[in-house]
């Protein structure tokens, strides 16, 4: 008796639907639970990215919004609003580009710095090691890779969508993101 081909597009979709929706939650519980790990520092998770970003030695110099929010993969809009409340509270400065007046570069101030590593990494690496409890370094590699290449289809998808498939960022292959 011969087997019939299994038809595996249902099946298919039924994962997709089950990794995306997985994806979402644990994009929420990320900010409910990495907040609360940092709301002592008065961070939220979207201030750390912005920490996080900032405090590279790439961007030792500083970042231009735009290339901020290209790196964040936010828009500009929703930064704007976060680096204020950062730049009152003293984390970050923000200021003209001294070559383009109509660009503005942000920086870490030494304050922010002192509150990202000082205050804000131990918290932080104690989080990741609550939150990666049963992970081996084989689990994480692995989960690592699958993400950057989702997020390399996801960055295609939206390149194509906004009509850019021959920009810089539609340029960035399966493997997506630029490292950290």
């Given at each position: 008796?011969?087997?019939?081909?299994?038809?595996?597009?249902?099946?298919k979709i039924?994962?997709?639907?089950?990794?995306?929706?997985?994806?979402?939650?644990?994009?929420n519980m990320?900010?409910?639970?990495?907040?609360?790990?940092?709301?002592?520092?008065?961070?939220?998770?979207?201030?750390?990215?912005?920490?996080?970003?900032?405090?590279?030695?790439?961007?030792?110099?500083?970042?231009?919004?735009?290339?901020?929010?290209?790196?964040?993969?936010?828009?500009?809009?929703?930064?704007?609003?976060?680096?204020?409340?950062?730049?009152?509270?003293?984390?970050?400065?923000?200021?003209?580009?001294?070559?383009?007046?109509?660009?503005?570069?942000?920086?870490?101030?030494?304050?922010?710095?002192?509150?990202?590593?000082?205050?804000?990494?131990?918290?932080?690496?104690?989080?990741?090691?609550?939150?990666?409890?049963?992970?081996?370094?084989?689990?994480?590699?692995?989960?690592?890779?699958?993400?950057?290449?989702?997020?390399?289809?996801?960055?295609?998808?939206?390149?194509?969508?906004?009509?850019?498939?021959?920009?810089?960022?539609?340029?960035?292959?399966?493997?997506?993101?630029?490292?950290?």
């Amino acid at each position: 008796m011969k087997k019939q081909p299994v038809n595996e597009y249902p099946l298919k979709i039924e994962l997709a639907n089950r990794l995306f929706f997985r994806l979402y939650q644990c994009a929420n519980m990320l900010h409910k639970t990495g907040t609360r790990a940092v709301e002592a520092e008065g961070l939220t998770t979207q201030q750390w990215a912005v920490l996080g970003a900032l405090s590279r030695e790439k961007a030792k110099a500083g970042m231009s919004i735009g290339d901020l929010a290209r790196y964040l993969m936010v828009t500009r809009q929703g930064l704007s609003g976060l680096l204020g409340r950062m730049e009152r509270d003293g984390h970050v400065a923000v200021r003209m580009d001294g070559r383009d007046r109509r660009s503005r570069i942000v920086t870490i101030t030494p304050s922010g710095r002192r509150v990202w590593e000082v205050l804000a990494q131990p918290k932080i690496r104690a989080y990741y090691g609550e939150a990666l409890s049963d992970f081996s370094i084989d689990d994480m590699t692995h989960t690592l890779h699958y993400l950057l290449k989702m997020l390399g289809n996801m960055q295609r998808i939206d390149a194509e969508q906004l009509g850019l498939e021959g920009e810089p960022e539609a340029q960035l292959g399966p493997a997506g993101a630029r490292p950290a």
